[in-house]
């Protein structure tokens, strides 16, 4: 039998010791955000909570049709997204796409409100 030396077995003891350590805990998954509201005006920082997320790839995230400009992986259970302005309130899907090609849909997972106050105004009626 003969012995691998040098790069080679270099290479194909690091792809055995990578296959050797793939016990992955199960499917990879998302199911909801927190906060899961926020201003038109975005930048806001969510956390977006999910299970088995991959720490070797990236993640773009969409709210509704808009891409956060910010997005980080926090650990195995969540990613962090800034959420974008958004120019009507209500609910928006959030889509997560993951760079392996897997896609992620949380329905409604968003909800852009109003914060703006007119506080001024209403504070001269008397």
């Not at 050797?20 to 038109?40: A, V, W, Y």
């Not at 009507?88 to 392996?100: H, K, L």
């Amino acid at each position: 039998m003969r012995k691998l030396g040098g790069m080679s077995g270099v290479i194909i003891g690091a792809v055995l010791l990578l296959v050797g350590c793939d016990k992955s805990g199960g499917e990879m998954t998302f199911q909801h955000l927190d906060p899961d509201f926020g201003g038109l005006q975005g930048g806001k920082t969510v956390r977006i909570i999910g299970t088995n997320l991959r720490l070797d790839i990236g993640y773009a995230v969409y709210f509704g049709q808009q891409r956060s400009s910010q997005v980080s992986i926090q650990n195995q259970k969540a990613l962090l997204a800034v959420t974008p302005r958004r120019f009507e309130p209500g609910s928006v899907d959030v889509t997560i796409r993951a760079d392996n090609g897997s896609v992620f849909i949380i329905k409604d997972g968003f909800e852009y409100i109003n914060q703006a106050g007119n506080l001024l105004e209403e504070a001269e009626d008397p």
